[in-house]
């Protein structure tokens, strides 16, 4: 079982920056794939980046980022510490949205996939106002 606590978000001008952190506990944290998604009102929850556990690497590397962030977001962990970052550059009022981050350990599915993780957070809301 893993427990996974978001925190970092907030109100922040277009152009603007944030960093999100996702703190887990229980389980092995350095072995599972964590993911970061985002849910807008209305709108279904979307994948914004991902990072592999340790010793696993995806096609293309061990992290994976949506077009929509690629150049504007970097995911990173730090496995001594169980957390995972976010960080937010040059934002724009569309990643306004609830972000989650989840776990799962690592299997064949996508980690684009938000019902391939069996853990979640409870959420931070991020806000980008023009």
């Known amino acids: 079982q893993v427990q996974l606590v978001e925190s970092g978000g907030g109100l922040v001008q277009a152009g603007g920056s944030l960093r999100l952190s996702c703190v887990g506990s229980g389980g092995t944290f350095s072995s599972v794939d964590i993911g970061w998604f985002r849910q807008a009102p209305g709108k279904e929850r979307e994948f914004v980046a991902a990072t592999s556990g340790s010793g696993i690497t995806w096609i293309g590397g061990s992290t994976k980022l949506a077009d929509s962030v690629k150049g504007r977001f970097t995911i990173s962990r730090d496995n001594a510490k169980n957390t995972v970052s976010l960080q937010m550059n040059s934002m724009k009022p569309e990643d306004t949205a609830v972000y989650y981050c989840?776990?799962?350990?690592?299997?064949?599915?996508?980690?684009?996939?938000?019902?391939?993780?069996?853990?979640w957070g409870q959420g931070t809301q991020v806000t980008v106002s023009t």
């Open positions: 989840a776990a799962k350990y690592h299997d064949s599915s996508r980690p684009t996939d938000p019902s391939a993780y069996a853990y």
